[in-house]
């Protein structure tokens, strides 16, 4: 529940970047935020990201997405204009866009997966993302020609400057996707992404899949949450990530987040407007629990 198809950019942008004067980062070098003090942070999804335009006093965490509003230069000046960013690449993982720029390279996967079953209607992708349109569920269990997609789409979020990947859309097996997927083989597909992302040296976030938090945590360093109050399923995020010393961000869009036990379980939440704009845009909606650039819990 909560998942959200990204239509733009995703970079958030924190503390260091943790990078050599080579610009390699050495391994397990990369940023973790942790949940001891506040990190103020925006998330713009509609509307492309300018700088200054877009960027907000006290805020050090910016997201979106690496397609539609995020060039290297978008980044460079992200970085130069926000002393000590960490940019965070929006990516899905779990779908297939036909609206994508790597379109083709998904055609070619299918094609040569049905080569290689010899079966023409093979399929790596099945059901409509419901609400979404031009988005279908992968069968994640085809590791063998997803992964290389996933690592390209990886790989450019490292050559655009990023330093942390959100990995969107990867709770594949619940969401009726057309093929007999069971939690663990998706599981399998999800640690198999945030070791991509470790590979190139950025950190990983889980996004979503907030029931399976425990599972998962051990290979994210923070997490990224929809509407975990209005479901109920924060507890699970404090139980796992805060208690491992690991960040969490929450969004809420139907409700406002309860606010007292945010702050005292070291939650960055806040409500936002359903389509994330920018904060120069009309529908702009931020009600943080904490003022921004907050550096104690309240």
């Not at 975990?228 to 409700?255: R, T």
């Not at 409500?271 to 994330?276: G, I």
Request: charged share 20%; proline share 7%.
């Amino acid at each position: 529940m909560g998942n959200r198809k990204l239509l733009l950019p995703l970079a958030l942008i924190a503390a260091c970047t943790g990078q050599t004067q080579s610009g390699v980062t050495p391994p397990g070098s990369w940023w973790k935020p942790s949940p001891a003090t506040p990190i103020s942070w925006h998330w713009q999804l509609s509307q492309g990201f300018s700088v200054p335009r877009d960027l907000k006093p006290g805020v050090t965490v910016y997201d979106f997405d690496k397609d539609y509003m995020a060039s290297a230069d978008t980044v460079a000046k992200l970085k130069a204009a926000v002393p000590g960013a960490v940019a965070i690449c929006y990516i899905d993982v779990g779908v297939y866009e036909d609206y994508r720029p790597d379109k083709g390279a998904f055609l070619e996967a299918q094609n040569q997966y049905r080569l290689d079953t010899g079966d023409s209607n093979a399929k790596l992708w099945g059901n409509k993302d419901a609400g979404w349109n031009g988005s279908y569920w992968l069968d994640v269990r085809q590791q063998k020609y997803l992964l290389p997609l996933m690592e390209a789409r990886i790989k450019d979020c490292k050559d655009k400057g990023f330093d942390a990947v959100e990995p969107d859309e990867s709770e594949v097996w619940d969401n009726n996707p057309g093929f007999p997927i069971s939690m663990e083989q998706n599981h399998a597909y999800t640690r198999a992404i945030a070791e991509l992302v470790h590979k190139y040296g950025m950190s990983v976030g889980l996004k979503g899949n907030n029931g399976e938090a425990a599972l998962l945590e051990p290979y994210h360093d923070w997490a990224l949450s929809e509407q975990c109050f209005e479901y109920g399923e924060c507890q699970n995020l404090v139980n796992s990530f805060v208690k491992k010393g690991k960040a969490v961000f929450v969004v809420e869009y139907s409700v406002s987040p309860d606010c007292n036990y945010a702050n005292q379980n070291h939650l960055n939440a806040a409500r936002r407007d359903l389509n994330l704009v920018g904060p120069t845009a009309s529908g702009y909606l931020y009600q943080p629990c904490r003022p921004d650039g907050s550096s104690a819990w309240p």
